[in-house]
């Protein structure tokens, strides 16, 4: 007869019990192999750059507040096309105050274009999402 002892609990007739020892997880990494994380990999920093550049993206799209260079004082932010009939462009930007700045025809990963009419010609306008600074 085979006795084995865990807990204080006594288990008679039993064959082959093993012990299962689940170790807590440190990290929140759901397929953990155990070994550390190699952040100088280029698979690692690929990703880490794709993680920034959604990040950017999405707060643009969110409408967040943003200025273009770090030293002016005005701030603009996007604003989506609404209501039933919306036309080819994606939104515009608008000012501080509410008022429209530019239409924006595309908006990438990390580049979005748009245009603006002055004096009845129009200019392009392109925005690199990595150079905005977002504002709180």
Same mark, same amino acid.
């Given at each position: ?16 019990? @093993? ?8 990290? +929140?990494?759901?397929? %953990? &192999? *155990?070994? &550390?994380?190699? /952040? /100088? ?7 880490? +750059? ?12 969110? *409408?967040?507040?943003?200025?273009? %260079? ?9 604003? &989506?096309?609404? @209501?039933?009939? $919306?036309?080819?462009?994606? *939104? =515009?930007?608008?000012?501080? $105050? @509410?008022?429209?700045? =530019? %239409? ?5 990963? #990390?580049?979005?274009? *748009?245009? +603006?009419?002055?004096? @009845? ?9 990595? #150079? ?5």
């Amino acid at each position: 007869m085979s006795k084995v002892k865990l807990n204080k609990v006594e288990l008679k007739n039993v064959k082959n019990v @093993g012990v299962l020892v689940v170790e807590k997880k440190v990290d +929140k990494r759901t397929n %953990n &192999p *155990g070994r &550390p994380v190699n /952040k /100088k990999s280029a698979r690692y920093k690929r990703l880490a +750059k794709q993680a920034l550049y959604a990040k950017l993206n999405k707060s643009f799209v969110s *409408g967040k507040k943003f200025k273009i %260079n770090n030293d002016t004082v005005e701030t603009y932010a996007y604003s &989506p096309s609404t @209501g039933k009939y $919306i036309s080819s462009d994606n *939104g =515009c930007i608008v000012d501080g $105050i @509410g008022s429209h700045v =530019c %239409n924006i025809d595309y908006v990438g990963r #990390t580049k979005v274009q *748009g245009y +603006k009419f002055v004096l @009845g010609k129009k200019v392009n306008v392109e925005l690199n999402l990595k #150079t905005l600074k977002f504002v709180s």
